[in-house]
C-alpha cells in the first residue's frame, strides 16, 4: 500500500528534518565517535 504524505505535511516535515539532519551531520558523527568511546 501507497502512503500519501501530502495531505499530512509529513513529507514536508521530513524533508525539512533531512536538510538539517544532513547540515548537523559532521557534529552528529563526532559526537557518536565521542560517545562510542566512552563505552
Known sequence: A???FQGSGLLELT???SA???Q???VWKAL???TSKLE
Open 15 to 17: 524533508l525539512a528534518f
Open 2 to 4: 501507497r502512503v500519501d
Open 20 to 22: 538539517v539532519w544532513e
Open 24 to 26: 548537523r551531520g559532521g
Open 32 to 34: 557518536l565517535h565521542h
